[in-house]
C-alpha cells in the first residue's frame, strides 16, 4: 500500500517551511562545493541567494520570462498570499510575502519529488544572482 500525499492541499506556509530549508541546503552545498569554506564568508554568501530580498527578485524574474508552469504559480501565489503570522525583518512585508511565496515553491517541489524541476529551477536562481552579483560589481 502506497502513502501517497496530495502535497497541493498543504498550507503555503506549510510548503514555504519544507522549501526554506531545501533551498538553503542546495546553497550551502553549492557554496562549499565551489571553494567557500570560511562560516563568515559562507554566510554573508549564502544571503546574496536565501535572503528574503533575493527571493523576491528571483521570483519576480521567473514570472517576468515566464519560466514557471501554471500549477508552479499557483504554488507561488498561494504561499504569498498565505497569512503568516510572522513579521518581516529588514523589509517590506510584500517582499517577505514574496518569498514566502519562493520558499512554498522549492517546499512543493521537493515534497512532489520533482528532484530534476527543483535542480533546474535552483540552478536557474545561483545564475541569476551571481549574474546579478557582477553586475553590481563591474559598475
Given at each position: 500500500?502506497?502513502?501517497?500525499?496530495?502535497?497541493?492541499?498543504?498550507?503555503?506556509?506549510?510548503?514555504?517551511?519544507?522549501?526554506?530549508?531545501i533551498y538553503e541546503t542546495y546553497?550551502?552545498?553549492?557554496?562549499?562545493?565551489?571553494?567557500?569554506?570560511?562560516?563568515?564568508q559562507l554566510h554573508r554568501l549564502a544571503t546574496h541567494y536565501v535572503s528574503a530580498?533575493?527571493?523576491h527578485y528571483l521570483i519576480e524574474q521567473m514570472m517576468m520570462q515566464d519560466l514557471l508552469a501554471e500549477i508552479e504559480q499557483d504554488i507561488y501565489?498561494?504561499?504569498?498570499n498565505a497569512k503568516s503570522h510572522t513579521s518581516?525583518?529588514?523589509?517590506?512585508?510584500?517582499?517577505?510575502?514574496?518569498?514566502t511565496g519562493f520558499e512554498a515553491l522549492m517546499g512543493y517541489l521537493h515534497l512532489t519529488e520533482q528532484?530534476?524541476?527543483?535542480?533546474?529551477?535552483?540552478?536557474?536562481?545561483?545564475?541569476?544572482i551571481g549574474e546579478k552579483n557582477n553586475e553590481k560589481t563591474s559598475k
Open positions: 500500500m502506497t502513502n501517497e500525499k496530495d502535497y497541493t492541499l498543504l498550507s503555503g506556509l506549510t510548503l514555504a517551511y519544507v522549501g526554506d530549508a546553497i550551502r552545498d553549492y557554496l562549499v562545493k565551489s571553494g567557500q569554506t570560511r562560516p563568515n530580498k533575493a527571493q501565489r498561494r504561499g504569498r518581516a525583518k529588514n523589509t517590506s512585508i510584500a517582499v517577505y510575502r514574496s518569498s528532484k530534476e524541476r527543483l535542480e533546474e529551477i535552483i540552478a536557474w536562481c545561483i545564475q541569476t
